[in-house]
């Protein structure tokens, strides 16, 4: 059993990944002690973190809640604000891991900023590899940073490629297909915003929540994947698990396929990026396979779910195109939250901010934000007109 403690800063505390990753801190104390928290705006739920976990700094996304949370701590505790704020607490000294559990493409600055100081990343953002996943494996190479998924099935995904990575096939993504995988054309007009965050299986956040439920989500998780490991994207396929009892499997070139199963619950692969090459008692219940009855499986339909088809096609484009079509997936997504667009409009958003762009095959850091910036922008317009 290892007894170093791990020094932990977690972006996203109040978030569903950073709450339940201190669950995990709360299941084994004497393993972690969190350095450093950062939230966007709720502040309640933050004050309540740092007074139970005593962190030695805290940043703070939006920049308005920055001086009502300094006033709420005091002079105790060093407070940091934006994006700066929480680059410069991914940077901290004596940290071992960063757990990077931001929601969309403000994760991908702070993860440079740890990689650049050679921390263990344990990286629950999707949107960091999806926009710009060259550069940050790149930079992790360079700096020796080591990069842990959290994200369930690239997990599944990493555990089962421990043995044999050198005769991999392919890999086989898992989706349970969303709470409208059965649905008709027809009823998917009629899809509301309550609706839409109700997942049959999973406890999300409001975005990833939505992208599961277009099945962009798993676009992404494709992209992501062809980073993570390395593989080519006909090496990547999606296939619908509706139970979500299989996370992910492996391939091999022998016709053996590694399958890591496990209940839906985000604590299991979360606690193993924390903690990764050693495994501690989880919180999580375990698999009665006796209670199970069926596992079904079936191929993701991407003429009804237009959004998987999009990101793959994204991914494959590469450049800015993935950066593209992930702003503008962000944005649309708010906008049918707050009820201003209906559900099937999100791709039709995300296919016309693509077509308009013109693709940087090669893109810098710079790049990659200016596009960023530009989808957001054209998105909102196409939405006015």
């Known amino acids: ?4 403690v791990n020094h932990l800063v977690i972006l996203g ?4 990944i950073g709450r339940q990753a201190l669950e995990v801190v709360d299941q084994h104390p004497d393993q972690f002690q969190v350095m450093g928290l950062a939230a966007k705006d709720e502040l309640d739920l933050l004050y309540e973190q740092v007074q139970k976990y005593r962190p030695q700094a805290v940043a703070l996304g939006d920049d308005k809640e920055y001086r009502k949370f300094q006033e709420m701590v005091g002079s105790t505790l060093q407070v940091m604000c934006g994006l700066e704020g929480m680059c410069e607490l991914a940077s901290l000294d004596n940290v071992d891991t960063v757990l990077v559990a931001l929601s969309g493409a403000v994760g991908i600055e702070p993860t440079l900023a740890a990689i650049k100081k050679s921390r263990r990343i344990s990286l629950a953002n999707k949107e960091t590899l999806v926009a710009a996943g060259d550069l940050v494996m790149q930079a992790a190479w ?12 690239h997990s599944a995904i990493f555990q089962c490629l421990q043995a044999d990575k050198a005769y991999v096939k392919k890999i086989w993504l898992t989706a349970s297909g969303g709470p409208f995988r059965d649905f008709s054309q027809e009823q998917l007009d009629e899809v509301t915003v309550e609706m839409a965050l109700s997942h049959p299986n999973w406890s999300m956040g409001p975005k990833i929540s ?3 439920a277009t099945m962009m989500n798993k676009g992404l998780e494709v992209i992501e994947a062809h980073h993570l490991f390395g593989l080519e994207y006909d090496q990547i396929q999606v296939l619908v698990q509706k139970e979500s009892v299989i996370h992910s499997m492996v391939e091999l ?29 989880s919180p999580a219940a375990h698999l009665d396979f006796t209670q199970l009855g069926c596992i079904h499986f079936a191929a993701a339909d991407e003429k009804r779910f237009p959004a998987l088809a999009l990101a793959i096609a994204a991914g494959r484009q590469g450049g800015t195109m993935p950066a593209v079509m992930n702003a503008a997936n962000e944005v649309a997504v708010h ?3 707050d009820r201003k667009i209906a559900f099937r409009q999100i791709p039709i958003l995300v296919e016309q901010t693509m077509l308009a ?27 006015q007109q």
């Open 1 to 4: 059993m290892n007894k170093t």
């Open 13 to 16: 505390s109040t978030g569903s």
């Open 142 to 153: 360079e700096y020796q940073s080591e990069i842990i998924p959290v994200d369930s099935e």
């Open 210 to 212: 939505i992208d599961s």
């Open 253 to 281: 070139i022998d016709g053996s396929f590694l399958a890591h199963l496990g209940v839906a619950d985000m604590r299991i692969p979360i606690q193993y990026a924390l903690t990764y090459p050693h495994r501690y008692v």
């Open 335 to 337: 906008a049918f939250l």
């Open 357 to 383: 762009h013109q693709n940087i095959y090669v893109p810098q850091l710079e790049d990659i934000l200016t596009a960023d910036r530009w989808a957001r922008e054209y998105c909102r317009h196409l939405m």
